[in-house]
């Protein structure tokens, strides 16, 4: 418990704060499929709300325990995804924004073709100069 009181909080910060947006995209889609599979069943307009709740339909209360389990899981899961991806770190490191690493990589057709003389001097030197 000692370590994690001595964490310098006032340093925390995300890499990718975006990556958060997914916890309230989780929510409105648990809404959204809880909903759906309330309304799903026909029999929900034709019983009691009351007596629905206990109706046992293709033996669905027996699975809605391990699908609630599973969906937990689930759930769980994407938010734990969602919170990795955000990047949390105490380390805050500069990157150069001057200093391009990126490097060009020139492909040239050298076959006979090239040689031809169609074009003044050839088609080869057209492609060097173009270069």
Sequence with gaps: MDAFT?????????????ALLLIPILVIFHYWVTNKSKNSSGWSQLVDKNLFNWLIIDNQKVKKNNTRL?????????LMAALAASGPT???EKVPVSASASHSVIVLDLSPSMKAEDMVPNRLQNAKFKI
């Design 90 to 92: 105490w380390v805050e």
């Design 6 to 18: 001595q964490i310098n909080w006032s340093q925390f910060h995300l890499i990718r704060p975006y």
């Design 70 to 78: 599973f969906g937990l899981f689930v759930y769980a899961s994407i």
